[in-house]
């Protein structure tokens, strides 16, 4: 019976959780002779070729499946390199430049890509994604000056994280409690200012670092106090808690609060009101809470260092913020953002400083960047920021020689190399062969996981379900 015939659809393998599909995408990261211009995003879903070269201009140009990147780059020739797509695979191919092509900042004639590899043409760093989980409506093209986030902070090229950025937006807008993750230096404090900004609450954004409190005085700061409660209470206080009143309030580091300060806290989020230290009334409160921390909360409670019922208070809302070594396509559009809040209009970068920032893991995230930079322009001195103006941490991420791409080695089978092989196969195995998975739970780079997969011969395919 052919029209009542059914058929059992399967799972796009090119699909995300949310049935997005997965395309490649050309980034365009930074420019070292003008770190302050916009990077941009390339979609390369319909495109065979991608021609880089000399322009006067930054511009892109599609001619048929071929696309053309021109970039104002005076260390790139008129016709640079290649890049080809060769059945699934992206193949990057000198067309007789003058300075050459590099590729994780090793010189290569003709190399395959892997997905997350750093190009340097000329003065200028590509990068490319080999799948990115897009939705209909994102552009083919998205240049980062014509972005508009919804708050300060909120800025990115990575679709992904710019979805992220839009649930965050959402639940601003609502009294829903948000608890905030991630490594140190990663940008909490930014984000909590952020959901102050986009909330419209009328009152001020209060930020308390929980781990900086004295013990003895934890609940008389957040609190408050009544004149004579304990010695040296000589007037009033409100507290912290009363001061974010019809506000925001961010306990950073809400892991290092302790457990009797964490049941007094428990009760002003319940109860919406403060008992100040010595007072005999409670006072009602009209608070936001964000929290914050680095620490693992969950095993925390398992160990019941962390109140279970606070925990749960705090987490109406889960974001867990990106490091930046999972998020290098937005490395440029960061370096101009700090370049500019310090007030430098003519930065310049020597191509080898920008290929330090660019293989650099920044273990500290954009803190270590910012200070980085700062240290690197009062060096500098209104010159270009050359590599010695860096940090040694930074400088040291070019001394360490990157794996020759598309050059796969032989398998060590023991010592320290074989057990970082059997560490990925465990972990592949694991996450069913998501690199991304296997990069976080190593906390390592994606790109430094490729790299590793291709040196043992490994295939994450074959551990996909």
Not at 14 to 30: K, M, N, S, T
Not at 67 to 80: I, K, L, N, Y
Not at 336 to 361: E, S
Not at 398 to 418: F, R, V
Request: hydrophobic share 45%; proline share 6%; with cysteine.
């Amino acid at each position: 019976m052919g029209g009542d015939e059914t058929r059992t659809l399967s799972v796009a393998e090119d699909e995300d959780d949310g049935g997005r599909p997965r395309r490649p995408h050309l980034f365009l990261v930074l420019e070292a002779h003008r770190p302050l211009a916009a990077p941009m995003r390339l979609a390369l879903t319909a495109v065979d070729e991608v021609l880089f070269g000399r322009g006067t201009e930054r511009r892109v140009e599609r001619e048929g499946r071929r696309a053309v990147v021109r970039v104002d780059d005076a260390w790139m020739s008129s016709t640079h390199a290649r890049l080809t797509r060769v059945l699934r695979r992206w193949v990057l191919e000198d067309a007789g430049s003058k300075n050459g092509c590099a590729v994780n900042g090793q010189p290569v004639r003709r190399v395959e890509i892997e997905d997350g590899d750093v190009i340097e043409l000329g003065q200028t760093f590509f990068v490319l994604r080999e799948g990115l989980a897009v939705e209909p409506a994102d552009p083919e093209l998205c240049d980062a000056a014509t972005l508009t986030p919804a708050a300060a902070g909120m800025a990115t090229l990575i679709p992904a994280l710019a979805r992220e950025y839009a649930q965050v937006t959402a639940i601003a807008r609502t009294r829903v409690p948000v608890l905030l993750s991630g490594e140190t230096g990663a940008g909490k404090e930014v984000m909590a200012q952020a959901i102050h900004a986009l909330s419209g609450r009328s009152g001020a954004f209060v930020a308390v670092n929980c781990g900086a409190l004295p013990a003895t005085l934890v609940e008389g700061e957040l609190f408050g106090h009544r004149k004579g409660a304990f010695s040296g209470a000589t007037e009033d206080r409100p507290g912290l808690v009363r001061a974010a009143d019809r506000g925001t309030l961010l306990l950073d580091e809400i892991g290092d609060l302790p457990l009797g300060a964490q049941a007094a806290l428990l009760r002003v989020l319940q109860e919406r009101e403060v008992m100040p230290v010595g007072g005999t009334r409670p006072v009602p409160v009209d608070l936001r809470v964000v929290a914050a921390t680095h620490r693992p909360l969950e095993k925390m409670v398992a160990e019941q260092r962390f109140r279970a019922d606070l925990h749960a208070r705090l987490s109406g809302y889960r974001v867990a913020l990106w490091p930046l070594r999972e998020r290098r396509e937005d490395l440029g559009m960061l370096v101009g953002t700090l370049l500019r809040r310090m007030g430098v209009t003519g930065a310049r970068l020597h191509a080898r400083a920008a290929r330090a920032l660019m293989r650099h893991d920044f273990p500290g995230n954009v803190r270590e960047l910012e200070r980085a930079l700062e240290a690197a322009v009062a060096l500098a001195g209104g010159g270009p920021i050359l590599l010695e103006h860096l940090p040694e941490p930074v400088r040291r991420s070019l001394e360490a020689k990157a794996d020759t791409p598309g050059e796969a080695k032989a398998d060590a089978p023991g010592g320290e190399e074989g057990a970082r092989r059997e560490e990925l196969l465990a972990l592949l195995r694991e996450h069913g062969g998501n690199v991304t998975a296997v990069a976080r739970a190593m906390g390592k780079a994606r790109m430094q996981v490729q790299r590793w997969m291709k040196r043992y011969g490994i295939d994450p395919e074959q551990f996909r379900p």
